[in-house]
């Protein structure tokens, strides 16, 4: 079932542990089928070398496993509640991934500070607020998935196509599950620039608003020249 589906979701979790995203099993990518309303994603704590496209599970959007013989990933609510919420994602990716997590962790926004940074995100990378007691004793995975759609309620996820969840990581999206990963390797890589660059210039500003909107529209939108037709 959904063979090509789960194919792609295999490769897109490959894909993070070649690009150096990850150590161990510490990350997950999933993959969405519209029309069908099912979800592909990665079986917990199995490990990449081993990990194949019949070990992939398949749920609906309500978390009910519809194919597979493994538990799927434990942020598999995350990822639920994400595609419920953000009706264009095809693909959603989360790692520990080293320079994104310090930023994360320190509970800071990525700011924008050059162009690199604005050919993939429109403006500064959001940082959720802190999870309460509550929400991390009850249903904890669901809430982090809640704690992001609540960032997002004043922008647009497919102009911000990644998060930081507070004290603990990285989420980043995409039309397709390798899109997905490919935002968390552009994300590892602005969120080093960010943090060297601030070493050497504290007092630097945001870019400017002028610089970012040629940045990002010139690669996005209906109006961008960027690449092939």
Not at 40 to 52: N, Q, R
Request: glycine share 6%; proline share 6%; net charge negative.
């Amino acid at each position: 079932m959904l063979e090509s589906l789960k194919n792609d979701v295999c490769l897109a979790n490959l894909e993070l542990k070649t690009s150096k995203l990850i150590i161990y099993s510490w990350g997950n990518v999933s993959g969405i089928d519209r029309n069908e309303g099912i979800v592909a994603i990665k079986p917990s704590g199995v490990s990449y070398d081993t990990l194949t496209p019949d070990d992939i599970v398949l749920l609906d959007l309500e978390g009910n496993v519809v194919e597979g013989k493994l538990r799927p990933s434990s942020d598999t609510p995350t990822h639920l509640e994400l595609y419920r919420s953000f009706q264009t994602l095809g693909g959603i990716c989360h790692t520990h991934s080293l320079n994104a997590t310090v930023w994360a962790q320190a509970c800071r926004p990525i700011p924008c500070l050059g162009t690199t940074h604005a050919d993939y995100y429109y403006g500064e990378i959001p940082v959720t607020a802190s999870m309460t007691n509550d929400q991390i004793e009850t249903e904890y995975e669901l809430n982090t998935g809640k704690i992001i759609v609540e960032t997002f309620k004043n922008l647009d996820p497919d102009q911000m196509p990644a998060v930081l969840v507070a004290n603990h990581g990285p989420f980043t999206w995409g039309p397709t599950p390798a899109k997905a990963v490919e935002s968390a390797v552009v994300l590892e890589q602005v969120a080093e620039m960010a943090m060297k660059v601030a070493a050497l210039n504290p007092d630097l500003k945001n870019t400017s608003q002028k610089l970012l909107d040629k940045h990002y529209l010139r690669k996005h939108g209906k109006n961008a020249y960027y690449g092939q037709n």
